[in-house]
């Protein structure tokens, strides 16, 4: 992901939110239209597609939802296996706390909508560079962030339900979505501990695989973040 | 795919709020407090801990051929990963693992 470290003061705080918001369209254009596709492959209707797009607005949640779904998994297992793909941006919205913590409410809860890796990660940087900055400037940057990101974020699930219904089985389309997750997980292995937890991960969810559908994953999500947090502790002891 | 049209809003109800709430709870509700490190640590580990037991019973049992390990699709998943590694970009690693999947399916299907 690049995040642009322009040192030009910026007069207006949103446009520059913009202007490092932009580039990400590459990435949401094609993840936001392949949702469309395969929520539309699973058997959703164009308005729970959509409801997922504009009301979840996760795609790794999403995409996580619906592989549950199309395994036909008890709707808990579904609903915690999506929601602990989200839990980083608890981590998120902690440590945007003594950058917006200040802020009004309202502006809270919109940058918390608003809050997905893109705009977090890009807005961190910024704030983290320039700790001169307002809240208020704050606040108006990571909505800048999100502006060009969004409204494609939604059109383009839009575009992917139409052409969906046009794209034959033989695209293979059903593996789209495992290389989609591991394209993520392979810029994740940014430590020995990072490659800790992924291992345990794989190891136990294979293990308990015969386990009805999403207590395994859960459990070996569970081992992992353990793993990782014990590896790097005592990396740092070591070090 | 066997859910109710009341099932599948439910679940798009909760996810929403859910979300919102994971997102909202420490910038809305906990202010300036700090946080317990050992929280935080967890917490970080979380997206590394989820996708690689989540993608690692796809890519071996491949549920569009019946669960039976599949090459073409195990190359493309190993490359999809390599590439991801090697770039450390998303984009590039769905793009490289895509035409590795198409190429392999497409080296198949004229053999």
């Given at each position: 992901m690049s995040v642009s470290t322009a040192k030009a003061p910026a007069k207006n705080a949103y446009l520059a939110g913009v202007r490092d918001g932009w580039p990400f369209i590459f990435v949401v254009i094609p993840f936001s239209t392949l949702f469309g596709v395969v929520a539309t492959d699973a058997g959703l209707t164009l308005a729970q597609a959509m409801g997922f797009t504009v009301l979840v607005i996760a795609g790794a949640a999403q995409f996580a939802a619906l592989q549950m779904m199309m395994e036909n998994a008890g709707i808990i297992f579904v609903l915690l296996a999506a929601l602990a793909v989200n839990l980083r941006m608890a981590m998120y919205s902690a440590s945007l706390v003594p950058h917006?913590?200040?802020?009004?409410l309202w502006q809270r809860a919109l940058v918390s909508y608003l809050n997905f890796d893109q705009t977090y990660i890009t807005s961190i940087t910024r704030y983290e560079a320039r700790p001169e900055m307002t809240v208020a400037e704050r606040f108006q940057y990571f909505v800048g962030v999100a502006t060009p990101i969004t409204p494609l974020w939604y059109g383009m699930t839009l575009v992917g339900i139409y052409a969906g219904e046009a794209?034959?089985?033989?695209?293979?389309?059903?593996f789209i979505l495992p290389i989609t997750f591991l394209a993520m997980v392979?810029?994740?292995?940014?430590?020995l501990a990072h490659v800790a937890a992924a291992a345990v991960s794989i190891i136990v969810a294979l293990a308990l695989?015969?386990?009805?559908?999403?207590t395994g994953l859960l459990i070996a999500a569970l081992a992992a973040m353990v793993t990782g947090a014990a590896v790097e502790t005592w990396m740092e002891r070591r070090a | 795919m066997t859910y109710s049209s009341a099932e599948i809003w439910g679940i798009i109800a909760v996810l929403a709020v859910g979300t919102f709430l994971i997102r909202f709870s420490f910038l809305g509700l906990i202010g300036d407090r700090p946080m317990p490190p050992i929280i935080l640590r967890l917490l970080r580990f979380t997206p590394v801990a989820v996708l690689p037991g989540m993608v690692a019973p796809l890519v071996l049992w491949p549920a569009a051929t019946g669960g039976q390990p599949d090459l073409v699709r195990m190359i493309a998943a190993i490359a999809t990963l390599a590439i991801g590694l090697w770039t450390r970009n998303v984009l590039w690693g769905i793009i490289g693992g895509a035409v590795t999947l198409y190429a392999g399916l497409g080296v198949t299907a004229l053999l």
């Open positions: 917006l913590g200040a802020a009004p794209i034959p089985e033989a695209w293979a389309l059903d392979g810029p994740m292995m940014k430590s695989i015969s386990l009805p559908s999403g | -």
